[in-house]
Nanobody, 121 residues
């Protein structure tokens, strides 16, 4: 069974950058799709980005041009580079693995515990 651990969250001013990492253990991720979701206080968890096993990337409209998802299969790690951060990006960010790069939570079978990202104005 795969375990996913996110890191890299923190407090940053608007306009700043953070890079989130999601490290996997227990199973190689090279043949799996990976996704990033986020959940703000009082809101439902929402799709942010996903990447297929062959590195095709998808983004929700609100982060296009600002966030970049990537993967390093040799390190069994997926990244989310977040630039030009806005206060509305504040949320707990979760990574997930699944068979397909979908925008729905049901498409992923393993989840990390989340990492907090706070963007101050």
């Amino acid at each position: 069974q795969v375990q996913l651990v996110e890191s890299g969250g923190g407090l940053v001013q608007a306009g700043g950058s953070l890079r989130l990492s999601c490290a996997a253990s227990g199973r190689t991720l090279s043949m799996f799709a990976m996704g990033w979701f986020r959940q703000a206080p009082g809101k439902e968890r929402e799709f942010v980005s996903a990447i297929t096993w062959d590195e095709v990337a998808y983004y929700t409209d609100s982060v296009k041009g600002r966030f970049t998802i990537s993967r390093d299969n040799a390190k069994n790690t997926v990244y989310l580079q977040m630039n030009s951060l806005k206060p509305e990006d504040t949320a707990v960010y979760y990574c997930a693995s699944g068979l397909r790069a979908t925008m729905t939570m049901a498409g992923y079978s393993a989840w990390g515990q989340g990492t907090q990202v706070t963007v101050s104005s």
